[in-house]
């Protein structure tokens, strides 16, 4: 891994309250296919914490272009057919209109 970089993500944005039980149901069995994939494009230590319906996603990248990852994930034939299934249960962070589904988060501290 000489030259790449570990960064850390984080993630806030919430599940429609009456979709909640199949957003939970679906992630207690996250496809092997969709973990493959991250891993596969560099990303590791994936979390998502609940708090109500507010969801808060981390994870750390591996590589040196996470913009080109996330593009190659989104183009996986399994990973397109899992967001598809679990987009619809999700909304934007703090009831916006617009924008992307998750907002990133600035990390204010970290201690390995």
Do not use: C, K, N
Not at 1 to 8: A, C, F, I, P
Not at 39 to 46: A, T
Not at 49 to 60: I, K, M, R
């Amino acid at each position: 891994m000489t030259g790449q970089q570990v960064r850390r993500f984080g993630f806030a944005y919430e599940v429609r309250p009456e979709t909640r039980e199949e957003y939970l149901r679906l992630h207690r069995e996250v496809w092997p296919g969709v973990e493959s994939a991250l891993r596969e494009h560099g990303i590791r230590d994936f979390s998502i914490f609940v708090l109500g319906d507010t969801l808060f996603a981390t994870y750390e990248f591996t590589g040196d272009d996470v913009e080109a990852a996330m593009a190659r994930i989104d183009a996986d034939p399994t990973s397109r057919r899992w967001a598809e299934l679990t987009h619809p249960l999700q909304r934007r962070f703090g009831g916006v209109d617009d924008g992307p589904l998750w907002r990133e988060m600035e990390l204010a501290w970290h201690m390995d």
